[in-house]
């Protein structure tokens, strides 16, 4: 099956094969060819061209006329935690009052609010539920999700979490990865130390038993778990091969960040409040720094120093943090929009961040994140006369005319 793409007045987002992450001053450029065709072979990106070159008896089975608009990779979102069930609407009303995330939390909100209302609800429900935003992102441009477990907190709730990212990763035409993030919180009626040996010793075991997790994660931070828990459960998780994606630095500086690089995580994630140390400690490793600017914007605390960030020559990316506490959005475009506007990253640099640097921190750009012989077709043709700093700029208005995940468009 050959798709043609014709008439695009840019496409953005080309690198050369094996080129997995974008790092300093890389981040500030966007291969780009004006006047292109894209051709599409089985799904992958077969070949692409000045418009003026493409092979005059070129027969494809179908031909998609982009009208003038740009053609660019799908968003990749490699941090998310959307398979919950319900809202968290009513500490919505708490936070506008004045409460904080951590008050929130420590009045038996937040996530231990989340798991009791995962618990009561019946696994085709959460599915269901979780498949809705699934769709929803799609339909924003998302190509790529990383999921989280985390709202669960007991081992069979953890189990069925994670057997519900499992049957997104079948039934959705987006890649899906996967990760166990029973540290979370502490589960109710124990204490932290129970907690942790439960996470350890039979959490961990029957993940991995069902080989349910691509990765693992911990949230790493003031008031639930400490560096040393971190190293434990993640010494647990190396046990089985499993590698880490860490929540660090949200609520304070927390040393998640250096767990996270002695475990080889392949990314650190928030990272809201960090010092010289964290970036002085990510030169020259394989660990992705992620922000989430979604959350800073909703909770009200501290963007990350991106900027700073990649002026000391490290690549980051930015991923959504979709969740019912911190950031009720999986919207990308808003991600990108949020990192030129309140982090002052250029278009170029918030683009790569949220393709294939977001790619690169859920292991997956081999596959997606770029204009790419080779590379799955997840595109979005956008629609007649945008730019790419248009999309951030204009942050509202619809710039999306069609998408394509392995080539197929999603109506
Ligand atoms: O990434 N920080 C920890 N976990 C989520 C929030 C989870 C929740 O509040 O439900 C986050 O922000
Ligand atoms: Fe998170």
């Not at 009561?120 to 539920?129: A, F, V």
């Amino acid at each position: 099956m050959k798709t043609l793409i014709k008439n695009i007045s840019s496409l953005v987002g080309i690198l050369p094969e094996g080129k997995l992450r974008l790092q300093g001053e890389e981040m500030d450029h966007v291969g780009e060819i004006k006047d292109a065709f894209l051709l599409i072979e089985n799904g992958l990106i077969k070949s692409f061209g000045r418009g003026e070159d493409l092979p005059g008896r070129l027969c494809a089975d179908k031909t998609i006329d982009a009208e003038r608009g740009m053609v660019m990779p799908c968003w990749c979102d490699s941090h998310t935690h959307l398979v919950y069930a319900g809202s968290r609407e009513g500490e919505f009303l708490d936070k506008i009052k004045g409460l904080s995330y951590e008050q929130i939390a420590q009045n038996g909100g937040g996530i231990l609010n989340s798991a009791d209302l995962l618990h009561n609800t019946p696994e085709d429900e959460l599915y269901s539920q979780s498949m809705e935003r699934v769709n929803e992102v799609i339909r924003k441009g998302t190509g790529a999700l990383e999921i989280k477990s985390g709202y669960g907190l007991r081992t069979e709730d953890e189990l069925k979490m994670l057997r519900v990212i499992r049957r997104i990763k079948e039934t959705t035409p987006a890649i899906i990865r996967s990760t166990f993030l029973g540290a979370h919180a502490v589960g109710r009626g124990l204490t932290k130390e129970e907690y942790v040996s439960l996470v350890c010793e039979e959490m961990i075991p029957a993940v991995a038993k069902e080989n349910l997790a691509d990765f693992i994660d911990v949230f790493c931070d003031k008031g639930f778990f400490t560096p040393e828990d971190t190293g434990r459960i993640l010494e647990k998780g190396a046990e089985y091969g499993i590698r880490p994606k860490i929540h660090a630095n949200e609520l304070d500086v927390s040393g998640g960040v250096q767990v996270g690089v002695k475990y080889d995580a392949l990314s650190v994630d928030h990272l809201e409040r960090t010092t010289d140390e964290e970036t002085a400690v990510l030169k020259g490793r394989d660990t992705m720094p992620t922000m989430l600017p979604g959350s800073s914007f909703f909770l009200g605390i501290p963007f990350g120093r991106a900027k700073d960030f990649i002026r000391e020559g490290l690549g980051i990316a930015l991923a959504s943090d979709y969740n019912p506490g911190s950031s009720p959005s999986g919207d990308m475009r808003m991600v990108m929009a949020l990192g030129c506007i309140r982090m002052r990253l250029t278009p170029s640099q918030a683009f790569n961040a949220c393709t294939i640097n977001s790619a690169y921190a859920m292991g997956v750009s081999h596959l997606t994140g770029s204009v790419t012989p080779g590379k799955k077709a997840n595109l979005i043709v956008t629609l007649p006369g945008r730019s790419l700093a248009s999309i951030p700029y204009m942050y509202t208005t619809p710039f999306i005319k069609t998408i394509l995940l392995s080539g197929e468009e999603i109506s």
